[in-house]
């Protein structure tokens, strides 16, 4: 699909999502999914601040980059822990050992296959919410455009957030924010039991899930659930078409 096309399906797939209940992680592993996609990355992560002010881990393309975004929680060093304290973007940064700017996260960073990384803020009017991830498994600069893409989807994730979240008083944001990290665990718990079950890998079992989930009309955490807590049999989950980057 050329670039321009996958853009406009995005946009109308974020958009398609953003009903009154929608599904965060679902919505940001769309945002990560289709940055791999349409740009000039080979890995997309997610992190969002939860009401105390800590990122959390919420969404990522792979398997992969979701234990490297989990050890910079752990660390408090990388590019989204920067780029989500200063709201800055981090452009063309190149991952070599040893790394002065994150001695402990690059050479993790590296040994999952990654060369060099860009960090974009979500971002609206002064407030930032969390960091986009994007990594390269080579060095060299992204081009300007994908810089520019990569903030527009960002920036419409965000906004979309921000604007559900002003239709809810101070304790429901708490309580919606703390919802969508907790479901986090029960997706986690869901992928290891389907992984298990079937003999998929993880990124497998979290394709299922999804595919699953959208179609059949359910809620993502809702689908998890079931199958985290055995009402569903991980083998009854619908299969995944398989598809290439183009």
């Known amino acids: 699909m050329a670039r321009e096309s996958l853009l406009v399906t995005t946009l109308v797939e974020l958009a398609d999502n953003l009903v009154d209940s929608f599904d965060v992680i679902d919505v940001l592993t769309v945002l990560s999914d289709r940055c791999v996609e349409a740009l000039d990355v080979d890995a997309a992560g997610v992190m969002l601040a939860s009401p105390g002010g800590e990122l959390q881990f919420v969404a990522s393309s792979s398997e992969s980059m979701r234990v490297l975004e989990l050890f910079q929680i752990q660390a408090d060093e990388g590019p989204c822990v920067d780029c989500y304290k200063d709201g800055r973007a981090i452009v063309n940064h190149a991952l070599t050992d040893p790394d002065a700017r994150w001695p402990r996260f690059t050479p993790r960073a590296i040994a999952q296959g990654f060369r060099s990384v860009h960090c974009l803020p979500m971002r609206l009017r002064g407030r930032t919410i969390g960091a986009l991830n994007l990594f390269r498994t080579e060095q060299g600069s992204l081009d300007d455009d994908d810089v520019v893409v990569a903030q527009g989807l960002a920036d419409v994730a965000t906004i979309a957030i921000l604007q559900h979240r002003t239709s809810l008083d101070a304790r429901l944001l708490n309580d919606q924010l703390s919802n969508a990290l907790n479901s986090r665990i ?61």
Not at 207 to 218: E, K, Q, S, Y
């Open 186 to 246: 029960i997706i986690e718990q869901a992928k290891g039991r389907v992984s298990q079950s079937t003999g998929c890998d993880m990124d497998q079992a979290f394709r299922r899930l999804r595919t699953h989930a959208r179609n059949h009309n359910l809620g993502l955490t809702d689908v998890a659930r079931s199958v985290a807590d055995g009402t569903l049999d991980s083998n009854m989950l619908d299969l995944v078409a398989e598809t290439s980057k183009s």
